[in-house]
């Protein structure tokens, strides 16, 4: 039996669409919450842990929802 290349890569795995609640944020966070976005996307990039990272964003005023939010929202941006 021959395996072709794409057998060898095992296979396809999908990532859920993540759809966040925007309206969680108020309209004069949308700055703040894009730049925090871009943080937690290098910051996980380098490998920081993603609970301290949520300890993080909520010791800057951002709730535990609002957290989660980010981090989701900073994954699948490295999808897009």
């Known amino acids: 039996?021959?395996?072709s290349p794409e057998d060898?890569?095992?296979p396809t795995r999908r990532r859920a669409k993540?759809?966040?609640d925007l309206s969680m944020f108020?309209?004069?966070q949308a700055a703040d919450r894009r730049a925090a976005v871009e943080w937690v996307a290098a910051e996980l990039a380098?490998?920081?842990?993603?609970?301290?990272?949520?300890?993080?964003l909520q010791s800057?005023?951002?709730?535990a929802v609002q957290s989660r939010a980010i981090i989701d929202?900073?994954?699948s941006s490295g999808r897009d």
């Open 73 to 75: 929202l900073a994954a």
């Open 26 to 28: 108020s309209a004069d």
């Open 8 to 10: 060898e890569a095992g």
């Open 1 to 3: 039996m021959t395996v």
């Open 46 to 56: 380098s490998g920081g842990a993603e609970r301290t990272v949520l300890m993080q």
């Open 60 to 63: 800057t005023g951002w709730t």
């Open 18 to 20: 993540v759809d966040v």
